[in-house]
């Protein structure tokens, strides 16, 4: 059975960085056919895709969020790993992780998410 | 292109069929994928590629393209079937994603 868990803070405070980990399960972050997507919901609002890792380490970013994004893997604990600078209260929403297959870009399992508040 | 449009609501009555679109430059190239994201749950995928459905995936769900719009339809709409929806592809880059606006489905 394949699982994605995202984990981290709850709440972070503005211009704090955002460290978001996700680990998977039933299947290995080496799977040449699949890679591991972030991607954020505000409250009431639409999904809005943050960036993927691939197997061979190639990385994409959305490009208005790219200069405070990085992602990054470690294969050996099966984790996926998003920091976000300079944190603001419109950041605040549910993050989730899931996995994206190569082929298609289709996103085919998606963690449960992990609601981030930005405020002082 | 870098966006996805979507009607932000649509209504169907149970047991009709209802049809939601996708319009964006870059499905002119890609096809959409699919997903249903009911209150407080994660989105799930159902359909994917010309017209796939994951497992698990009722075949009353299906997906269509043309041109530069998508369409997934709901055919003999279910009262399960209220959730919110999404399209999403590849953006004119190939290498990035980019999600619809979303469409709320209501069953009546």
């Known amino acids: 059975q394949v699982t994605l868990k995202e984990s981290g803070p709850v709440l972070v405070k503005p211009t704090e960085t955002l460290t978001l980990t996700c680990t998977v399960s039933g299947f290995s972050l080496s799977n040449a056919r699949m890679g591991v997507s972030w991607i954020r919901q505000p409250p009431g609002k639409a999904l809005e895709w943050l960036a993927h890792?691939?197997?061979?380490?190639?990385?994409s970013y959305s490009t208005s969020l790219k200069s405070r994004l990085t992602i990054s893997k470690d294969t050996s604990k099966s984790q996926v790993v998003l920091t976000m600078t300079n944190m603001d209260p419109v950041d605040s929403a549910t993050y989730f992780c899931?996995?994206?297959?190569?082929?298609?870009?289709?996103?085919?399992?998606w963690g449960k998410g992990t609601t981030v508040t930005v405020s002082s | 292109s870098s966006e996805l449009t979507q009607d932000p609501a649509v209504s169907v009555a149970l047991g009709q069929t209802v049809r939601i679109t996708c319009q964006g430059g870059?499905?002119?190239?890609?096809?959409a994928s699919w997903y249903q994201q009911k209150p407080g749950q994660a989105p799930i995928l159902v359909i994917y590629?010309?017209?796939n459905r994951p497992s698990g995936i009722p075949d009353r769900f299906s997906g269509s393209s043309s041109g530069n719009t998508a369409s997934l339809t709901i055919t003999g709409a279910q009262a399960e079937d209220e959730a919110d929806y999404y399209c999403n592809s590849r953006d004119s880059s190939g290498y990035h994603l980019v999600f619809g606006t979303g469409t709320k489905v209501t069953v009546l």
């Open positions: 890792i691939f197997s061979n380490d190639g990385k």
């Open positions: 590629g010309k017209n």
């Open positions: 899931a996995r994206i297959r190569i082929d298609d870009y289709g996103v085919d399992v």
């Open positions: 870059s499905l002119r190239s890609y096809y």
